[in-house]
């Protein structure tokens, strides 16, 4: 089963080994800025139809604010390539700017993953109630479920996500460039036809037009920062060079700079489409939409923009629009994959640091951090449930994480070439590095004043949840860096004699104590295995809940002769556990500096449901003496299938020594148990009675030994 889900493992030196060229590294990890031109240009028309159909005509403005801005936030961020590939971002903004701002970089990417993820797949989700609308009550569990197949395909492996993941981008590539071309000549020729939500009226939410003066600069504001979320992807090229093929550095940066000129042309070219069709929507359809003078109501669905300027330009042929459509899912998804890269990779850079759990550390037989890719699946699939897989309410709390760690990276990477300014002496390098300088300051600049406008206009409207959330991360990763330094530091040893002679000093005795609670194999077997250890006392131990339970273990363990003092303790409220323990605290008190080992024989089952036929005693003497100090358990364990072990080894055994002795007809065999013969006519003719008996002299003569 676990290979049918995440495939056959992959050796280290083959995993490290794994590098994509350019035409798969753009769809695995820019994938993310790319799609987020199916719900960017959304979130700009919505915003400005908070002020009136009118201004709608401000939109093809902002796209190219976006886009401009965007292109110089690339455009800087690919001279810090060279530096983060060094050593990575949290690496360098930790060794740079401290512990703190690494933590509050790595919190921000984190979150910024999960709404990748949470973004995605809800308007992959609207986009198939778009098609189908009868599924529109279905939509939060179609948004879960496509979380889900997405985990299980990024535990496959990230050779087979960048295998499929070129496919879905340009598919979408190919039909959007189309369909935006065909719309720009019909719309050049006077022949572009109107969308279907042209006709719709819109109320402002104002109640008035504020289109001048201090409320029109607040509207681009909020939606420039609504349509800011084509920055994305950024980081996660920036944090995977070391995926690309050599020369890793120069096909990264052109990789990002790609990714930043295809989302800026597609991101302008559909608002432009999208005021030409005179697309309308609004985020509440209950009050500021009106068709044919009515309120559609709450179940009234909207289509995507994409998809109205699409059947718009494929007015006669649908079908095309509906194909675009099924690839802005396919992209979607495949931006999903590339936050299940980011993910990990942020999650195990911490947990170097050990401000998330070191487990997040761990690499699966597929080369994959697989508990940073389940982390990420649950916590996106809490936020998409959360709110509803609400687009609107989710892009309220993204590029907030996003610009805060692009912000944090700069300022590092500022700071190093500012220290190395200092020191370097020579013209020519000093130059060079006062370009890097200059350029780097104006990306930090200019992602900063991003950051600003983007949580002054969207504070109040989410992404204050986002702040607190990053807050809250922040604050447990620095509790959990703190346990972990609390842990080494009691667990270290400083490095002089005294200290390491007190740590491997010997105790004075060892004591061994074997519960038994019933005389049969597991406990005659903890016997022995305790024996064989040579403590300085060793004793059986059983507790007094019930006086025939009891009798008859006494009687079975003096028929057995075993060469062990049995103590019997009682119980008065019938509690064998907290029995056991006060005992042993007892033992314990008499003599400090002597260890206990607790011996617990343990029956063990082929099946789980054969387990809930038995008592779980053992398991709750391990729990409870688990935080006794100077005592030490041993688990015991007997299979329930070593009986027929047993049985074969015996028979083949008694071959052996038929085929070395067929001149013996005496029936004595001086190899068995002193109480048992072999049968005139050979092993093979030994009854499974006789069998166990041999068996039971055997446990008798080991346990008298």
Same mark, same amino acid.
């Given at each position: 089963?676990?290979?049918?889900l ?5 050796? $280290? ?10 035409r ?11 799609s987020?031109v199916?719900?960017a240009?959304?979130q ?9 159909a ?12 976006v ?5 110089v ?7 810090n390539i060279s530096?983060?590939?060094?050593e990575?971002?949290?690496?360098l ?10 933590v ?6 984190l ?8 973004v ?9 109630v ?8 279905w ?5 879960v479920?496509?979380?889900?197949g ?6 496959r492996?990230?050779q087979?996500m960048?295998?499929?993941?070129h496919?879905?981008l ?6 959007l460039?189309?369909?935006l071309?065909?719309g ?9 036809p ?8 819109i ?5 008035n037009?504020?289109?001048?003066g201090?409320a029109?600069?607040?509207?681009l ?6 349509g ?5 992807g950024?980081?996660?090229i920036?944090n995977?060079v ?6 890793k550095k ?7 700079m ?13 608002? $432009?489409?999208a005021?030409?069709t005179h ?5 509440d359809?209950t009050q500021?939409?009106f068709?044919?003078?009515h ?10 923009a994409?998809?109205?300027?699409a ?12 194909l ?5 899912v396919?992209v979607?998804?495949i931006?999903?994959?590339?936050a299940f ?6 999650a195990?850079s ?5 401000y ?6 761990s690499?699966?037989s597929?080369?994959?951090?697989t ?8 916590f ?6 959360l ?7 989710l ?9 805060i ?12 070439r $500012? ?6 002496l ?6 060079a590095?006062?370009?890097?300088i200059a350029?780097?300051?104006l ?11 983007v ?9 204050w949840?986002s702040?607190?959330?990053?807050a809250?991360?922040?604050?447990g ?11 080494d530091?009691?667990?270290d040893? %400083? ?5 390491v ?5 010997l105790?004075?005795r060892?004591?061994a ?14 016997l ?6 040579? %403590?300085?006392?060793?004793e059986a ?6 006086r ?9 363990w003096?028929?057995l002769?075993? %060469? ?9 409220y019938?509690?064998?556990v907290?029995?056991?323990v006060?005992?042993?605290?007892r033992?314990?008190?008499k ?5 206990l ?6 029956f063990?089952v ?5 387990r809930?036929l038995?008592?779980?005693?053992v398991?709750r003497?391990?729990k ?10 041993a688990t ?6 070593e ?5 074969e080894?015996?028979?083949?055994r008694?071959?052996t ?16 148990a002193?109480?048992?013969t ?6 093979r ?11 039971r002299g ?8």
């Amino acid at each position: 089963m676990r290979i049918a889900l995440i495939g056959r493992p992959v050796s $280290t030196r083959n995993f490290s080994a794994v590098t994509l060229p350019k035409r798969y590294a753009l769809p695995l990890f820019g994938a993310d800025g790319i799609s987020s031109v199916a719900y960017a240009a959304d979130q700009t028309i919505l915003t400005l139809a908070a002020a009136g159909a009118s201004a709608l005509a401000f939109s093809p403005w902002v796209g190219l604010a976006v886009a401009l801005v965007g292109l110089v936030v690339i455009g800087t961020y690919r001279y810090n390539i060279s530096q983060i590939a060094a050593e990575g971002d949290i690496q360098l903004v930790h060794k740079k700017l401290g512990a703190l701002p690494a933590v509050m970089m790595g919190a921000s990417s984190l979150m910024d993953y999960m709404l990748t993820v949470s973004v995605s797949m809800s308007s992959a989700a609207t986009f198939l109630v778009a098609l189908y609308p009868e599924i529109q009550d279905w939509r939060t569990t179609i948004a879960v479920l496509l979380i889900l197949g997405l985990t299980l395909a990024a535990l496959r492996g990230l050779q087979l996500m960048g295998k499929i993941a070129h496919w879905p981008l340009y598919i979408f590539l190919a039909l959007l460039g189309i369909t935006l071309i065909i719309g720009w000549v019909r719309a050049s020729m006077g022949a572009l036809p109107v969308a279907e939500s042209a006709g719709y009226a819109i109320v402002p939410e104002q109640g008035n037009n504020p289109t001048e003066g201090v409320a029109l600069t607040l509207l681009l504001a909020r939606s420039f920062s609504g349509g800011a979320v084509a920055f994305s992807g950024v980081s996660t090229i920036s944090n995977s060079v070391r995926y690309f093929r050599p020369p890793k550095k120069y096909n990264a940066a052109l990789t990002m700079m790609m990714m930043g000129v295809i989302t800026s042309v597609l991101l302008v070219g559909l608002l $432009t489409l999208a005021y030409l069709t005179h697309v309308h929507m609004v985020h509440d359809t209950t009050q500021f939409l009106f068709i044919d003078g009515h309120t559609p109501g709450e179940y009234f669905h909207q289509k995507p923009a994409l998809y109205q300027v699409a059947l718009a330009v494929y007015r006669d042929t649908p079908i095309y629009a509906q194909l675009l459509v099924f690839a802005t899912v396919g992209v979607l998804i495949i931006a999903s994959i590339t936050a299940f890269t980011g993910f990990p990779m942020i999650a195990s850079s911490l947990a170097d640091y050990q401000y998330v759990p070191v487990f997040f550390r761990s690499v699966d037989s597929r080369g994959l951090y697989t508990n940073g890719v389940l982390t990420l699946a649950g916590f996106s699939t809490v936020l998409t449930m959360l709110f509803g897989s609400d687009v609107y309410s989710l892009i309220q709390l993204y590029i907030v994480g996003m610009c805060i760690s692009m912000v944090m990276v700069q300022l590092a990477v500022v700071r190093y070439r $500012t220290r190395l300014l200092r020191v370097t002496l020579a013209q020519m390098p000093r130059r060079a590095l006062l370009r890097d300088i200059a350029v780097s300051a104006l990306g930090m600049t200019v992602t900063a004043a991003v950051l600003v406008v983007v949580i002054a206009t969207k504070l109040g409207a989410g992404a204050w949840l986002s702040l607190g959330m990053i807050a809250l991360m922040v604050g447990g990763m620095m509790l959990t860096h703190r346990h972990y330094a609390t842990v080494d530091e009691a667990m270290d040893i %400083p490095l002089n004699a005294e200290s390491v002679a007190d740590v491997a000093a010997l105790p004075s005795r060892v004591h061994a104590i074997v519960y038994v609670e019933r005389v049969r194999r597991p406990a005659v077997r903890a016997l022995s295995y305790a024996r064989a250890s040579r %403590p300085s006392t060793i004793e059986a131990l059983t507790v007094n809940n019930d006086r025939v339970a009891l009798d008859a273990v006494k009687n079975r363990w003096y028929a057995l002769n075993i %060469p062990v003092p049995l103590s019997v303790i009682n119980s008065p409220y019938r509690d064998t556990v907290q029995a056991v323990v006060s005992y042993i605290r007892r033992r314990r008190k008499k003599s400090p500096r002597d260890i206990l080992v607790v011996y617990l024989p343990e029956f063990v089952v082929d099946h789980w449901w054969q387990r809930i036929l038995h008592r779980r005693t053992v398991r709750r003497l391990k729990k409870a003496l688990l935080h006794e100090p100077g005592v030490m358990t041993a688990t015991v364990p007997w299979a329930m299938h070593e009986d027929e072990v047993y049985d074969e080894i015996f028979d083949q055994r008694l071959q052996t020594e038929d085929a070395s002795e067929e001149g013996n007809t005496t029936g004595e065999n001086p190899t068995l148990a002193p109480n048992v013969t072999r049968p005139a006519g050979g092993g093979r003719e030994l009854t499974q009675s006789n069998r166990h008996t041999v068996y039971r002299g055997r446990l008798h003569e080991d346990s008298a030994s």
